[in-house]
């Protein structure tokens, strides 16, 4: 496949609110329609939904990857190189905390990426990455 298309993605939130002002204002997503009970937002050229769901009492289960723990699940894209350095200074300024900061995973290895992690007010559990070859995303 060559050609790349928007993915849909809906997600759960326990707090409708406090998640449309974090997806808003935090991260500055643009936000298309919205009802009662979801909000859909331009997520990078894709579409996101959060949808209400009330809270849910399951642990976030992590598994070891280049010697940290990552969060399963978790969703995001994979941004150009400068907008991801560019990402990551917005949200260090607006005092978001990650579960990983933002570092360069494989360095110097084939799939050399810079990578972090951190959660929306839902616990959601998110990773923006950029590859420094992005020939390289797909390859073993």
Known sequence: MSKISPFHLAIPVHNLEACRNFYTNILNFEEGRSGDHWVDYNFFGHQ????????SK??????????????V???????????????????????????????????????EQATMFFKDPSGNALEFKAFKDMSQLFTK
């Open 58 to 71: 399951e642990d976030l289960h992590t598994n070891t990857v280049d010697g940290k723990d990552v969060p």
């Open 73 to 111: 699940p978790h969703f995001g894209v994979v941004l150009d190189w400068k907008i991801f350095q560019e990402f990551a200074e917005l949200l260090k300024s607006k005092g978001i905390i990650f579960i990983i900061e933002p570092y360069i995973r494989f360095e110097g290895q084939v799939g």
């Open 48 to 55: 996101l939904v959060i949808h209400y769901k009330p809270k």
